[in-house]
């Protein structure tokens, strides 16, 4: 069978509410890793086809804060003057291996993908929530890695392995965070975000030194300061 998905909301999880947090610290978090996948069932010796085997639960999203509406249900979150800092989303989970059937008569299982890594290391916003940042600070947020893809066998190619999860600071979909004076700084994983944001003014968003390129956030960022 299939492994379930981590957990959310590693350090407030805003599900159909509303949530004001003022000069706060959210640090140190974790969403929970994928589930385990199991493996295919194994035929009987002389007969029988192998069984596919189970995908990986992807890893937990929004270690620092999930906000998320519903489609009946209006979530809203407003953070002022707070720091989201070194929050790590959960890993995916492996994919699982399928046996061959029990002979050329028979059918090999699908070996399992992997699950991918959670998303929003410092803040997934989704769904129907509207979030103002103003005067906030995410620094080392990162998210988790994807599972490995099980094996391949007689008649399959191995599965597909999981992705590292996105935005690694803030993952934004289905709903835009409107962001003012706000820094995005050392986003690991899933670069500094992922989706659309609005910036409001004074924004800056920039990563540490490195060799090599700097990855690309896979965001809008017309108008911030990088």
Do not use: R
Request: glycine content about 26%; proline content about 5%.
């Amino acid at each position: 069978g299939d492994g379930g998905n981590g957990g959310t909301g590693g350090g407030i999880a805003n599900l159909d509410g509303t949530a004001t947090i003022d000069t706060s610290t959210i640090s140190a978090n974790t969403t929970g890793n994928g589930g385990e996948s199991q493996p295919g069932q194994v035929p009987e010796s002389s007969q029988g086809n192998g069984g596919n085997g189970g995908n990986g639960g992807g890893g937990g999203s929004g270690a620092g804060i999930h906000s998320a509406g519903s489609i009946l249900v209006h979530a809203s979150l407003q953070a002022t003057n707070d720091t989201i800092e070194g929050n790590t989303t959960g890993d995916g989970s492996a994919g699982a291996n399928a046996p061959d059937g029990a002979n050329d008569i028979f059918v090999s299982g699908k070996p399992g993908n992997g699950g991918s890594g959670g998303y929003g290391g410092g803040l997934i916003n989704q769904l129907d929530s509207t979030a103002q940042l103003v005067n906030v600070t995410f620094a080392n947020n990162g998210t988790g890695s994807g599972g490995g893809a099980g094996a391949a066998n007689q008649q399959f190619s191995a599965g597909t392995p999981g992705h590292t999860g996105y935005g690694g600071g803030i993952y934004a979909t289905n709903s835009t965070p409107s962001l003012q004076n706000t820094i995005l700084y050392g986003s690991t994983g899933g670069a500094n975000c992922s989706g659309t944001i609005s910036n409001a003014g004074h924004n800056l968003v920039f990563s540490p030194p490195m060799i090599g390129p700097l990855p690309q956030d896979p965001c809008n960022l017309a108008g911030f300061i990088t």
